[in-house]
């Protein structure tokens, strides 16, 4: 019998040992997810917020998930999936110690004050740093925070739904172990007029 990942032993793909997904939304979440299902053996995800009933329209969970902790619903549908995957949950802020040991750090995360730190403190530290966000039409996956853009670090909650949130995740995890250099900034679908 062939093994899970027997068909994508020839892609020669880098696979990081231990990555953290900071921001475990509707992007992280899927990151997280899709990062297991493609052989990632310890994952560390961070995030404080639970899940809401707006997530479900991008997220694959039952309603019963609502006001739980998006790091702890992760957790389980991964070491479901992967019972193999040694997974951390961290249902709290960013702080650096969390993942000193890490290969990869993927920020998810709606803030620009975080997305500085982590960035800064991934540089600082020699650790791939990936920035993946959308705020419901536009896409964006950086290396860095600037080319992400500025803002006043304010949260804010924006339109989102199932086809960036995926689509975005899949890119990630294709920059992560396949194609580090790829970068994109811009709408998923250019409207016509």
Same mark, same amino acid.
């Given at each position: 019998m062939p093994g899970i990942y027997d068909r994508q032993e020839k892609l020669e793909l880098n696979l990081p040992e231990k990555i953290a997904v900071v921001g475990v939304g509707g992007v992280g979440f899927w990151v997280g997810l899709l990062s297991a299902l493609s052989g990632v053996k310890q994952i560390i995800l961070i995030d404080e917020? @639970?899940?809401?009933?707006?997530? &479900? $329209?991008? &997220?694959? =969970?039952?309603?019963?998930?609502?006001? %739980?902790?998006?790091?702890?619903?992760? %957790?389980? &549908?991964?070491?479901? =999936? %992967?019972?193999?995957?040694?997974? *951390?949950? @961290?249902? +709290?802020?960013? *702080?650096?110690?969390?993942?000193?040991?890490? $290969?990869?750090?993927?920020?998810?995360?709606?803030?620009?004050?975080? +997305?500085?730190? &982590? @960035?800064?403190?991934?540089?600082?530290? %020699?650790i791939t740093f990936v920035r993946a966000g959308y705020d419901g039409v536009h896409i964006t996956l950086a290396n860095k925070v600037s080319q992400w853009g500025e803002g006043d670090g304010r949260y804010t909650v924006v339109p989102s739904w199932i086809c960036p949130a995926v689509n975005l995740a899949t890119l990630v995890v294709g920059k992560m172990m396949k194609y580090p250099d790829f970068e994109f900034s811009g709408d998923f679908i250019k409207e016509e007029k």
């Open positions: 917020d @639970y899940i809401e009933e707006t997530n &479900l $329209n991008r &997220l694959p =969970l039952p309603i019963s998930a609502i006001g %739980r902790k998006k790091v702890d619903v992760a %957790r389980e &549908l991964i070491i479901k =999936l %992967r019972p193999d995957a040694i997974v *951390f949950a @961290y249902p +709290q802020k960013f *702080f650096p110690p969390m993942v000193s040991s890490v $290969n990869v750090i993927i920020d998810c995360t709606d803030d620009i004050n975080a +997305q500085r730190e &982590l @960035y800064k403190f991934a540089s600082e530290n %020699r």
